[in-house]
């Protein structure tokens, strides 16, 4: 059995909402509960310290739930380097046309630690704290790999964008490619790195700097150590959010046979602007 529950609550979170739910459902089925929010965006840190997801980085877009419309501006032909005159720029030759992209679900599956469910005070936590950042790295992952149905390409892998193999430092790179990302006429504004390149820039004062000149550094493990993505995200991408989540309880659907909770959001990418993005490794790639 599969019960359904509508959530008017909004001043609590997910997981107080959810654990509500089960403590109340009747029965020992699967549990769903649905909720009109993006649930990566729900992790509770986000809001007291400053690690950016990818998603921080995009612009969103709330829309209805199916295939969505958008303008696609691809370069007509190779890029060149821009001129000082409107006609000479490479954006005076892009081509602006319709696309259409689907939108996909998230998902994270959890197991239900032995007893949780007997001691209701401490399933909200569990569910706001270990479920929803298992959500968050997934969209992480889906944002720069892509998803495994196609919907998603990844910014890592999408075609139409760029990339530098820069001979210099991580600083002189980063100041280069920064530059190159403006050449199609965006402002870089943002890069996402792993940690360990993130912390190298927090040692060298990189990050101050970069934070000076308006640019957001991501950082997530879903990036090979020795790449950056710069962009002008802003502008190249919009997040769809068509506001269709879910938190459920899965009876037996663990690999032991136990059962799972899920987290589920779906979304979609609209990608505006590939060449307004650029991969980068440089020669200390491994620092």
């Known amino acids: 059995m599969t019960g359904t529950l509508t959530v008017a609550d909004l001043d609590r979170t997910p997981g107080e909402v959810f654990s509500t739910a089960v403590t109340t459902a009747l029965g020992a089925g699967d549990l769903v ?7 990566p965006a729900a992790f509770p840190l986000f809001a007291s310290r400053p690690r950016y997801p990818v998603r921080h980085l995009l612009k969103t877009a709330q829309v209805t739930d199916g295939p969505a419309t958008f303008v696609y501006e691809p370069p007509k032909g190779a890029l060149t380097e821009s001129g ?12 602006p046309r319709l696309a259409q992209t689907p939108l996909t679900d998230l998902v994270a599956r959890v197991p239900v630690p032995e007893g949780l469910l007997d ?9 706001d704290f270990r ?3 298992r959500l968050s790295v997934v969209e992480n992952q889906s ?3 892509g998803t495994a149905d196609g919907a998603i390409t990844g910014l890592l892998n999408l075609p139409g964008t760029r990339h530098t193999d820069s001979p210099l430092d991580l600083e002189g790179a980063v100041t280069e490619a920064a530059a190159e990302v403006e050449e199609t006429g965006g402002s870089c504004d943002g890069i996402v790195a792993h940690p360990f390149t993130y912390w190298e820039m927090v040692r060298t ?9 308006g640019i957001t550094v991501s950082r997530t493990r879903m990036i090979p150590r020795d790449t950056l993505l710069l962009g002008d995200f802003r502008a190249a991408f919009t997040l769809l ?6 938190i459920a309880l899965r009876r037996g659907e663990g690999v032991d046979g136990g059962d799972v909770f899920e987290a589920s959001s779906r979304i979609g990418l609209a990608v505006h602007l590939p060449q307004h993005l650029m991969t980068l490794s440089w020669k200390s790639g491994n620092e």
Do not use: K
């Not at 509960?33 to 649930?39: E, M, Q």
């Not at 000082?84 to 081509?95: L, R």
């Not at 004062?205 to 000149?213: H, N, P, S, T, V």
């Open 33 to 39: 509960v649905p909720f009109g929010t993006h649930l």
């Open 84 to 95: 000082t005159s409107y006609a000479t720029t490479p954006e005076a030759a892009f081509v």
């Open 119 to 127: 001691h209701p005070e401490l399933l909200p936590q569990f569910v």
């Open 131 to 133: 479920v929803l950042v």
């Open 143 to 145: 944002l720069l790999n």
């Open 205 to 213: 004062g990189l990050l101050g700097r970069l934070q000076l000149a």
């Open 241 to 246: 959010l068509p506001s269709v989540a879910h």
